[in-house]
């Protein structure tokens, strides 16, 4: 009995190897045909993709100098501090809070001082309508602007900050500027 059903199973998967193989090398044919026409565009890509990376990491490096630059003596500075804190902001900023309360726990742990996110978190909601989804890392570029300065102003606001306020209703206007008189039109020649 159990030579006839050793024999069954090998009968079965004798007939079923001749298709399996079949499909096997119908399938390696089809691959190696897509991997022949991508190669070209590969090749391409691995040089654009590194340039565009070292131009990327360069940029990071600079932001984290400039940090380091401006929050001079400031712990905020440290680059630990700084990639955490922006970090913070942007998940805060994402309304992801259970992350940003992690990250935040991390930033505590390197002795990064904690009002400095509660600052450019601040100085950042000010910035929040001037963010520009379609624009490449606005929103990063704000989120360091007020890293560095949270202080930091939107230009309309610091524009009305500048102005004078107006004087109190009791007070005389100021003198206004007398205006051009129209010069009268010219009289045609009498005949």
Known sequence: MGRRVLQL??????????????????????????NNDNRGQD??????????????????????????QALNGNAAGNPECVWLGRRVVALIYADDLDTAFRHLDLYDRFGC???????????????ISQIDPKAPNSLNNHIHACWINPAAQ???QAAT???PTPAP???????????????????????
Do not use: Y
Not at 43 to 65: G, L, V
Not at 169 to 191: L, M, N, W
């Open 43 to 68: 090749q391409k890509q691995p040089a654009a993709n590194a340039a565009e990376t070292a131009k990327e990491n360069q940029r990071k490096t600079d932001e984290f100098t400039e940090a380091a």
């Open 161 to 163: 900050a500048s102005t």
């Open 154 to 156: 939107p230009p309309q």
């Open 169 to 191: 209703a009791g007070s005389q206007p100021p003198p206004q500027q007398p205006t051009p008189q129209a010069s009268p039109s010219p009289q045609p020649p009498a005949k």
């Open 9 to 34: 199973q090998v009968s079965i998967l004798r007939s079923l190897a001749i298709p399996v193989f079949a499909i096997l090398l119908g399938m390696s044919g089809v691959h190696a045909q897509s």
């Open 113 to 127: 001082p904690g009002g400095h996110i509660q600052a450019a978190f601040r100085c950042f909601t000010r910035f």
